[in-house]
């Protein structure tokens, strides 16, 4: 039986070494031989095919219940590419259910990417980054040219684009320069080579001027030909024998850096590796003007001191072929990265300016308790923790205990985790977030819409201030939203829908169109807001759909006076209403609700001591950067992402 299923596994294209690993495992024979099966490839199949179904039966993936579908598009060649595959795995760890039409948009089945827009492509990337090509040459990092072209062909075959991508530099850089060793005329004496290679310490000159500490932000032409100390990690490093370039980060910026002679002798050079942290100290220089560095500056090194040092392993942890989970296991890791700290910094300017905008304005900040014993949205998405014996709920919300400030600091703000036990699976869905919340007295309904879209502007208008170099280096058609907004009625959302195609799927999966009455899906709502391609309030909806205390329209009782913001490309990004402010008509909000009085007596209390007209929203802080980075999933913006099926690191 063993040489048999060992000629099965031969002729699917594993080698022979593999096919009798894989034999000493009776629980994985077993798996392998049973999606060869599901694959109908029992009579042998292409290698590629043989080692894509091998990797299927070893994934964290290879129990799922729709497997075979995998396995049958993995021998029809409809997943090829390791890209493919990795979305294909995602898809089945997301899905419990298999749908066809769904399967092959989220894997790439049918997308033909032909040599022509690859080539475009490159020639777009050579463009962008004509500056850093001309200056790197042959030493620019591989992954700085695929790692783009990944992202903007996703589906097309890595093997082509990079021989085009090779092909380019050929064209555009000449021939790449093969070392020529030089001739020795007599071997090197034993005694010779142990010199060069014995160990030497770095001693810095304590004859050159007392360097300034600075850190990489204050790094510029204003300290030029000045002896300065900085402390880094390696953000890059290019090792050219005689002469080594890093590239240094400390969270501030970036700084290139050279070094030579001893600096770089062999004896200490391998301790220079990516992520090590290091002092180093030398002089700032102006480059030449058709040289592009970071800050406009470039450290000519003369002393370095290793800080802390890094594990060559480091590049097997994440590399170009990782897949979603396990670049986030290894987030600590990935956040290092150009791209993710960039989201990092953005996302913390972002916050500073959420409350620059909310002080200039004269809020006051509130800092509410996020352990509650009440609910403000709807009991299914509590989470639920033991309080001493006691139930307690991690807080959907803030939004009951802002309204007590109203009395106290008038217009208020908190900008607080929140918590959902949501069990979706979207891209804009998060079981912890950053909510940043508002509330404000004496208000109209149309005031209300009015402060909210000033919020998202002016803030637009800040980050973009404060580093539109960064901005657009995440996102570069980043443009700031022009008022006023669309706005919206439900009932002509319902008829947009209607008339525009976009219809609601029955559970057994028949499409119909949208009644009043209808909660209108995230697909759907996306799929209109982007067809419309602006900004929209979303507003009026019914009362049946939303929480117990939203005041109903004057004009129509069986509305609310609700809205949902909307932007292109991520859907609803705040929710807001004017609150109930009439004593008895709240009351009567909490019967129908099932809710008990009592443990709401302290909301209550406001409109029993000096109640008045008011409102009040929610802002998603990582959805409003989806948004506004155009970032694909939810979770890149995230420091560490909590989902229903994530909650490490």
Known sequence: MSTEDQKLFLSIGLDEKRAKDTLKNKDLTVLIKTIIQEAGVSNGCEKSIGNLLYSLATSQQANSPIRSNVAKAIAQEKIKTSIQFAAATQYLKDNKEFNQESFDTQCGVGVVITAEQIQKAIDDLFTKKATEISELKWHIPIGDLLNPLKESLKWADLKEVKTLLDKKLETTLGPKEKEVKKQVAAPTSVKKVEEQLAAITLKENTNLPTAKKLKIRECSPKFANQRVEVYAWIHHNRNQKKIVFLELRDGTGFLQCVLAGDLVHPSIVDKLLREATIKIVGTLVVPPPDKKCPGGVELQADYWELIGSSDPDLEGIINQESNVDQLFDQRHIMMRGTRASSIMKIRSLCLFAFRQHFFENHYMEVTPPTLVNTFCEGGSELFTVDYFGKPAYLTQSSQLYL???????????????????????????????????????????????????????????????????????????????????????????????????????????????????????????????????????????????????????????????????????????????????????????????????????????????????????????????????????????????????????
């Open 403 to 649: 309204e007590t400030l109203l009395p106290v600091l008038g217009d208020n703000f908190t900008i607080t985790q929140s918590y959902r036990a949501e069990k979706a699976r979207t891209r804009r869905h998060l079981t912890e977030f950053l909510h940043l919340e508002a509330e404000c007295p004496f208000i109209t309904y149309e005031e209300l819409q009015d402060r909210i879209e000033f919020l998202v502007v002016d803030v637009c208008e800040k980050l973009y201030k404060m580093d539109p170099e960064l901005i657009l280096s995440v996102n570069p058609e980043f443009k700031v939203p022009k008022r006023p907004f669309m706005r919206m009625n439900y009932s002509d959302a319902i008829e947009y829908c209607k008339k525009n195609g976009i219809q609601k799927k029955l559970e057994d999966g028949t499409e119909v169109d949208f009644e009043f009455g209808d909660d209108i899906p995230e697909a759907q709502e996306r799929k209109m807001n982007d067809q419309i391609g602006e900004p929209i309030f979303l507003c009026r909806f019914p009362a049946e759909m939303k929480a117990f205390y939203m005041a109903r329209c004057p004009e129509d009782r069986t509305l609310t006076e609700s809205l949902d913001l909307l932007m292109p490309g991520v859907g609803e990004i705040v929710g807001g209403s004017m609150r109930i402010s009439d004593f008895n008509e709240l009351v009567t909000a909490y019967k129908k609700a099932g809710l008990d009085t009592e443990e709401y007596y302290w909301f209550t209390d406001q409109r029993k001591y000096g109640t008045t007209p008011h409102g009040g929203y929610g802002l998603g802080i990582e959805r409003f950067l989806t948004w506004l980075l155009k970032e694909e999933h939810i979770r890149n913006v995230c420091v560490y992402q909590r989902t229903k099926d994530r909650i490490t690191p």
